[in-house]
Antibody, heavy 117, light 110 residues
Framework: QVLLVQSGSELKKPGASVKVSCKAS????????MNWVRQAPGQGLEWMGW????????TYAQGFTDRFVFSLDTSVGTAYLQISSLKAEDTALYYC??????????WGQGTLVTVSS | QSALTQPASVSGSPGQSITISCTGT?????????VSWYQQHPGKAPKLMIY???YRPSGVSNRFSGSKSGNTASLSISGLQAEDEADYYC??????????FGPGTKVTVL
């Protein structure tokens, strides 16, 4: 079965960087795009963008073009989200979500990133 | 601020039917049949309930149905059950080749 397993919670200071991983299993990794979605505490879902797992080409939504980087390691079937120069407002749950017929049918369990001094 | 609008809350009694609307523009909902709906229980990851306006993934109850008219998409839940109490989000492909979420609707089963 399709599984997306994300790395554990992170506590970071403002200005630091964080890298969240999303390990996929149960399918051919390079066949389906991987998306990233953010959910701030008590707030709704926000689409951050996606990465073409075949070419490695990322697409970033507005508001996520500056300090956010999507990357891959296809040899281990893993997608990554790196956030640099962390701010308090980056505190959120970050989800990876696999493409399913122009929607997101498979989700990771979420990674909580907390930015606090 | 979301480009899509949803009611903040909808409620119904067990067994009743409810409908959640999601209104956009001709640049998103009205222009594409790539509207999907997600259910999210507290502390859980979202779950895909409807894709491409009206298709249900396997395993999703047929009490859930989706439709679209013009710039407004709708998610209907029939035979409301306690387990349906959750937040529901719509999303649509946009003319910028992006995706946008609605702000979410809290469904309460009375």
């Amino acid at each position: 079965q399709v599984l997306l397993v994300q790395s554990g919670s992170e506590l970071k200071k403002p200005g630091a960087s964080v890298k969240v991983s999303c390990k996929a299993s149960g399918y051919t990794f390079t066949t389906y795009a991987m998306n990233w979605v953010r959910q701030a505490p008590g707030q709704g879902l926000e689409w951050m963008g996606w990465i073409n797992t075949n070419t490695g080409n990322p697409t970033y939504a507005q508001g996520f073009t500056d300090r956010f980087v999507f990357s891959l390691d296809t040899s281990v079937g893993t997608a990554y989200l790196q956030i640099s120069s962390l701010k308090a407002e980056d505190t959120a749950l970050y989800y990876c979500a696999r493409e399913y017929s122009s929607a997101w049918g498979y989700w990771g369990q979420g990674t909580l990133v907390t930015v606090s001094s | 601020q979301s480009a899509l609008t949803q009611p903040a809350s909808v409620s119904g009694s067990p067994g009743q039917s409810i409908t959640i609307s999601c209104t956009g523009t001709s640049s998103d909902i009205g222009g594409y049949n790539y509207v999907s709906w997600y259910q999210q229980h507290p502390g859980k990851a979202p779950k895909l309930m409807i894709y491409e306006v009206s298709y249900r993934p396997s395993g999703v109850s047929n009490r859930f149905s989706g439709s679209k008219s013009g710039n407004t998409a709708s998610l209907s839940i029939s035979g409301l059950q306690a387990e349906d109490e959750a937040d529901y989000y719509c999303t649509s492909h946009t003319s910028s080749n992006f995706y946008v979420f609605g702000p979410g609707t809290k469904v309460t089963v009375l």
